[in-house]
Structure formats: structure tokens, C-alpha cells
């Protein structure tokens, strides 16, 4: 098993930058990816970044050039640095992590989401 645990949402003025993190304990180890996903009131889910174990990193065209998805291994936390906001970034982001049990089956891994606000 594996909980993620998300922080550091706010609110910020566009143009401006946010950090959020995401921890991950219990079978860490497990763990082959971890990414970020968002949702706005009334839209879809949508994947914003991934990072797979190998490091290796894919954005949404959207925020290409803006945001950055990064991993630090030894604190088991995954961070999204966001840059140059916009109010179209406004949305809950939940962080994702995919891995495999000591049966080899994938399991998907969600956090609770942290609320991220750009005003105009």
C-alpha cells in the first residue's frame, strides 16, 4: 500500500509561482511513477506532469515551458514547481502514483488533492 499526501496549495496573483509537494510512504519502493493531475469545476480530470523511475518527465501542453515536475528519492516526495500562472491554472491537484505489489500487480495511488487559486 501506498499514501500520498499533498501540500503547499494556495492562493497566488497571475504571473506568480507556487511549489506543491507530495509525499509518499509505506511501499515506496513499489512505486514505478508518480505524477500530477488537475481538475477545474466542471472539467475533466486531466494529467498535468509525470515522472517515471527513471526520471524520464512528460508535460500537458498547456503548462510546457511553465511548470516542473521533479522527484527527490531520498524524502520520497515529488514536487511541481509552477511558474508564471495563469487563472486557467486554477484547479484541485491530486497527486498520482502508479506502482507494483509484491504479486507484480499494478495499483493506482491517489492523494486527497490541494486546492491551487490564480486570481486575474
Known amino acids: 500500500q501506498v499514501q500520498l499526501v499533498e501540500s503547499g496549495g494556495g492562493l497566488v496573483q497571475a504571473g506568480g509561482s507556487l511549489r506543491i509537494s507530495c509525499v509518499a510512504s509505506g511501499n515506496t519502493r513499489s512505486i514505478n511513477a508518480m505524477g500530477w493531475y488537475r481538475q477545474a469545476p466542471g472539467e475533466q480530470r486531466e494529467l498535468v506532469a509525470g515522472?517515471?523511475?527513471?526520471?524520464?518527465?512528460n508535460y500537458a501542453d498547456s503548462v510546457k515551458g511553465r511548470f516542473t515536475i521533479s522527484r527527490d528519492n531520498a524524502k520520497n516526495t515529488v514536487y511541481l514547481q509552477m511558474n508564471s500562472l495563469k487563472p486557467e491554472d486554477t484547479a484541485a491537484y491530486y497527486c498520482?502514483?502508479?506502482?507494483?505489489?509484491?504479486?507484480?500487480?499494478?495499483?493506482?495511488?491517489w492523494g486527497q488533492g490541494t486546492q491551487v487559486t490564480v486570481s486575474s
Open positions: 498520482y502514483a502508479k506502482g507494483t505489489n509484491n504479486y507484480g500487480i499494478l495499483n493506482d495511488y
Open positions: 515522472i517515471s523511475s527513471f526520471g524520464s518527465t
